[in-house]
């Protein structure tokens, strides 16, 4: 729908999908301006109210924009700035049933996602058929079956599915614009004829759909040296985020899941005169390699070129020439920059960056055969290098090992309070996490901090006197601490202290340990009865040893009268007498 919410900006449509809504509005600059350089400024949120939620953080508000935003934001204004580049573009998530993706919805001047299950192409698949996609490409294109845009993150898809998914997603976002020239036709207005045609610098951007559980990251540094400029050094920008999101969907796939650590690859560029992404993408393979992660195989990425001829009577394409792996002055000068990555047999991720309003699908489909060669000849490069990854990881790898403990000494291993756990990590850096009841996780930064946690383990572990317990037996202890609660006893000098309740001391209720005269050192009777089956504490008691405490018996006839021990009977017999 159009016109009926923020009828005061320029324009404005609501477009919604199941029970998603997004309103976006758009805005352009009325005053004149002596800058010649006025960018397009795109800007998506997606707000906690539109999920019926109210934000997590301490302000209760949402405070700035997340990583997912700002990819959207690009991905919208790559698309926008061929056809409105004096505009400012607000997205504004209205509403979101969790089936249906905002992201394309925003984007929409026609753009479709494809997802592949089972070898079928789906357009527009739910949030819960991209859980099973091995796809998910992003079309928007323009009228005449040209293409706009593409972005792409798969798993290792063979060439020609990929390129039949852009077949499809070009074949139905034409259905799109021809709904959107109808509502042109309908409700548009007419447009203003700019006096100087403007087409700002564009930047090379990407779109990454994070991934719900992270075990692999990838952050791009790009400084202003690399390019031998002069500029801020502050937190990531737009388009190091970008960059390092297309170089981490390149990788991803081939990072094994059930990798045991989490994996953060950096990537520093230190000059620049070509595609950073791509660069990014070879370096992290080779880096994972040489670390030693079992990567299924080694991911290259290359950067394409368009240069083209129009013909401006019919507004078409006469003549074109594809470049490959393009410098910075033909991505600046030229039309298009299409970075794909992949293996040597398929395609893990596309980034098109298309300049013009719109280029056939057939230049679309040479650009995927001719970054195909060259991907395979940058990977054979590579294989030079390192082929496979390390048999063995570097001295300085980290290391993960299960400890099995049994209940019986658990309390021992845990330590009062956690004392144990919490020296060994203090003295050999290690990281102790419980799996299960018997099963403990052992995380080492190094082989070394590993071997030092191992012999901790054993020695606090190590088997002692328990093993020659006898259930229900009758044992000498020794007072060690007195306690409100009770006393720490050992039954053996290597033993770690144990707590006897004050219930356990005596047949009489007691408040404290003292009130049996009970002192440090003392030696007490106590009788076994093994290891409790759910905290594994060792239990024992000093009260089953100790006679039943005197009865105190009230008289019926007389509740005044208090009888104790052997005189009951004989004040029973008084009574009936």
Known sequence: SSGKLARFADGSAVVQSGDTAVMVTAVSKTKPSPSQFMPLVVDYRQKAAAAGRIPTNYL????????????TSRVIGKICSEFFPLYQVLCNLLAVDGVNEPDVLAINGGAVRIGMIDGECVVNPTRKEMSSSTLNLVVAGAPKSQ????????ENILQQDFCHAIKVGVKYTQQIIQGIQQLVKEIGVTKRTPQKLFTPSPEIISFHVSYLCICFCLFLKFPPYATNEIGKVTGVNRRELGHGALAEKALYPVIPKDFPFTIRVTSEVLESNGSSSMASACGGSLALMDAGVPVSSAVAGVAVGLVTKNNPDKGEIEDYRLLTDILGIEDYNGDMDFKIAGTSKGITALQADIKLPGIPIKIVMEAIQQASVAKKEIIQIMNKTISKPRASRKENGPVVETVQVPLSKRAKFVGPGGYNLKKLQAETGVTVSQVDEETFSVFAPTPSAMHEARDFITEICKDDQEQQLEFGAVYTATITEIR??????????NMTAVLLHNTQLDQRKIKHPTALGLEVGQEIQVKYFGRDPADGRMRLSRKVLQSPATSVVRTLNDRSSIVMGESISQSSSNSTR
Not at 60 to 71: N, P, T, V
Not at 484 to 493: E, F, I
């Open 60 to 71: 209760r508000r949402e405070i700035g924009s997340s990583d997912k935003e700002i990819l």
């Open 147 to 154: 293409i706009v845009m593409m972005e792409a993150s798969a």
């Open 484 to 493: 409100d609660t009770g006393v720490m006893v050992k039954l053996y000098p």
